[in-house]
């Protein structure tokens, strides 16, 4: 997706990518108010999500090699870099990969560490979606709520949604890869990587995906690490709590 437009003396690019089954319209609102403080935003969609390509081959490293080749063919030489859930563990490695690359970096709501698969009804739920009978979004949404009993969760999937010809609906992400990938998401960062600049790990006050336990290793991996806790929201924190989310980031961004 293009940068959001802000004037050309704007000399601080800002990346941000999303979490798994998302896309970088989830960020549209954000995106605009931190171009309206100053940065050149930088929206991404992930290989297999929203409107970018998809592939067969699905791993944290192919990933930061796509976000580096984007960087490279925009001319950005130093960047702050936002990411969210899988996102996060894309700019994770991104920072230790390619230091020089990032300025200062932003996790929300995940650590370092692996997680087993936990996303087995969302993926039931989707697959039992057959778009060769050409449902309707509500006939959609009816099959989902079926498997995925929160309302924001479902919300969050039908965003990716869309008319692929009049009468005929499909997601925008590549469920068949995801279905045999699904591993992937998990797992954890190197052990020996490390990212010397400024990060801020953010994690909702009702998500489990960053517990205190997590801090000793994740200050391994981020010597000079923040941590910040949003209170009463869960995983999709910046969605829950925008305001609260921009104003945290921006804080620590300036």
Not at 81 to 93: E, N
Not at 128 to 142: H, L, M, Q, T, Y
Not at 192 to 210: D, H, K, M, Q, W
């Amino acid at each position: 997706m293009p940068p959001v437009s802000v004037p050309t003396s704007v000399v601080k690019p800002l990346l941000i990518l999303h979490g798994f089954l998302g896309m970088a319209d989830n960020w549209k609102t954000l995106g605009t108010q931190y171009a309206q403080e100053g940065f050149q935003v930088h929206l991404l969609d992930l290989r297999n999500h929203g409107r970018s390509f998809h592939s067969e081959i699905f791993n944290y490293d192919v990933m930061v090699q796509d976000v580096l080749d984007y960087c490279k063919a925009n001319n950005l030489e130093k960047t702050d870099c936002i990411g969210h859930s899988m996102g996060g563990k894309v700019a994770m490695l991104l920072a230790t990969k390619y230091p020089e690359l990032v300025n200062k970096l932003i996790v929300a709501d995940i650590g370092s560490k692996f997680y087993p698969q936990h996303h087995q009804s969302i993926l039931e739920g989707l697959n039992a979606v057959d778009f060769s009978i050409k449902p309707s979004r509500g006939e959609v949404e009816e099959i989902l709520s079926k498997y995925i009993s929160d309302f924001g969760t479902r919300q969050f999937l039908l965003k990716s949604l869309y008319w692929v010809e009049p009468g005929q609906l499909a997601f925008r992400f590549n469920l068949a890869v995801f279905n045999n990938q699904i591993d992937q998401i998990g797992t954890a960062l190197p052990e020996n990587a490390r990212f010397e600049n400024p990060t801020l790990f953010i994690r909702g006050g009702n998500s489990n995906y960053i517990l205190d336990s997590d801090f000793d290793a994740i200050k391994q991996h981020f010597p000079k690490v923040a941590f910040d806790t949003i209170p009463n929201v869960g995983h999709w924190l910046h969605a829950e709590k925008p305001q609260e989310f921009l104003e945290l980031t921006l804080k620590f961004l300036k």
